[in-house]
Nanobody
C-alpha cells in the first residue's frame, strides 16, 4: 500500500521557518523523482521544489529559490523541505509527490502521479 504522509506544517509569522517532512512507504522511494508542490485557495497547484532519485538534480520555483531547500534521505524513505524567510505569499497547502511513471524530475505537476494528503502552511 503506497503512502505519502506530510507533516511539519503550521502557522508562522513572516520571516519565520518551517521544515516539512514526507514519510513514504509501499514503493521504491530511492528510485523516483520526488517533489514538493503547493496549492493556495482558488489557484492551480504549482511545483515548489523537486529532486532526482540520487539527489543531484534539483529544481526550484523562482519564487522560493534561495529560501527553500529540498532534501531526501533514501535510507529513511523521507523527503524534506526546509522553508526559511517565509512570506504571506507562501501560504498554501503543501503536497509531497512521486513521479513513478516518468523519469523526469522537473516542476511540471502532471509528471507526478502519487500524492500525499497535504499539510497546511499559513504565513501571517
Amino acid at each position: 500500500h503506497v503512502q505519502l504522509v506530510e507533516s511539519g506544517g503550521g502557522s508562522v509569522q513572516a520571516g519565520g521557518s518551517l521544515r516539512l517532512s514526507c514519510a513514504t512507504s509501499g514503493f521504491n522511494f530511492s528510485a523516483y523523482c520526488m517533489g514538493w508542490f503547493r496549492q493556495a485557495p482558488d489557484q492551480e497547484r504549482e511545483g515548489v521544489a523537486t529532486m532526482s532519485p540520487g539527489g543531484t538534480g534539483i529544481f526550484y520555483a523562482g519564487s522560493v529559490k534561495g529560501r527553500f531547500t529540498i532534501s531526501r534521505d533514501n535510507a529513511k524513505n523521507t523527503l524534506y523541505l526546509q522553508m526559511n524567510s517565509l512570506e504571506p505569499e507562501d501560504t498554501a497547502t503543501y503536497y509531497c509527490a512521486a513521479a513513478t511513471r516518468i523519469g523526469w524530475c522537473g516542476l511540471w505537476v502532471p509528471t507526478y502521479d502519487t500524492w500525499g494528503q497535504g499539510t497546511q502552511v499559513t504565513v501571517s
